[in-house]
């Protein structure tokens, strides 16, 4: 099927970087060797998500400072850093230093909400405040306005040898257009729309007025849509697992096969009480993905994707996936590499 009447305009990919606890420098290193690669493929960007006292990134925003040292051209995201974890100010000087360091390529996804294993962590996290902590939209916005450059502060001017300002430093004015929100329910999406965000859709939604993945997703971004002030020209992404199986080995396509089918159980239902769905992982020839996607309705409202590699293969099979992905699923879908 030829997609060239609606060409995928920019190709991306996530990754949680795993690592071995004994070699956790392998693992980030890896990580690192992915991106460049990313790059090399011809990649418009790379995400990279939060994994908190797991064996994955914790520190996002740290790797992909390392990530703008090793690259020049491929943009860098987040996807998504869950704020109930940060601090709005320092977390926007972060990530205003890594945007200047990569000469504004860095973008930031986030989402709200209580941080997993509350109860079990509130006491090392927030000692003294833990009660009183907001975990809602107005985290988002002291981000927002910091990264704006909004005051922060009263005291502007020369004390002795040091010069203060009242926004936080450094300022890279480009970066807050560049912000993207992960929604997984209709009223995060709206929400994100009349803040004028970019819209981060990924493999996991929240079955709220229907049990179908693809209509769900489709309903958030077009709900989005209809509340942001670009309209039909708001940024908006979709993200699933993909695993195209072109060059892969024999060994390596019935370990893939293996890993849709352990998790596809949880693709046929809502899960939990806030009735989670998943996306089934598509695995199978670039051209089967193409026809896959372009059935998709969540697909069919993008013209930009951030596919996700699986958590735990391997280097070698990363390198595959990422190589079809870009060589012959993205031309199938109507991509050019950079």
Known sequence: MDYADRPLAKLGFLTIGSFDESDPFGGHDT????????EQLGFDSVWLRDRHL????????????????????????????????????????????????SHGRLNPGFSVG??????????????????????????????????????????????????YSTRIQPHSPGLIDRVWYGAAGLASAVWAGAQGLNLLSSSVVRAEEDDDFARIQ???????????PLGAEAR?????????????????????????????PRTTSPQGPQRMLFAPDLVGTSAQIADALQAHAGYQAVDEVVF?????????????ILTDIAGRLGPLLGWSPK
């Open 308 to 320: 996700a590699l699986p958590f735990s293969f391997e280097p070698d099979d990363y390198t595959q």
């Open 31 to 38: 990580t690192l060797r992915i991106i460049e690669l990313g």
């Open 54 to 101: 797991q064996h994955g990134i914790s520190s996002p925003v740290a790797v992909l400072a390392a990530a703008s040292q090793r690259t020049t051209r491929i943009e860098l995201g987040t996807a998504v850093i869950p704020l109930g974890l940060e601090n709005p100010f320092r977390l926007a000087e972060d990530l205003a230093t890594v945007d200047v360091l």
């Open 114 to 163: 209580r941080p997993t294993h509350f109860d079990d962590i509130k006491e090392a996290l927030y000692p003294d405040s833990w009660e009183s902590e907001d975990f809602g939209y107005d985290r988002v916005i002291r981000l927002l306005d910091n990264l704006r450059g909004e005051p922060v502060s009263t005291f502007e001017g020369t004390e002795g040898i040091e010069v």
């Open 218 to 228: 489709r309903a958030q971004i077009e709900a989005f849509r209809s509340h942001h």
């Open 236 to 264: 908006a992404s979709q993200g699933l697992v993909v695993i195209p199986t072109d060059s892969a080995t024999t060994e390596q396509v019935a370990r893939y096969e293996a890993y849709a089918s352990a998790r596809l």
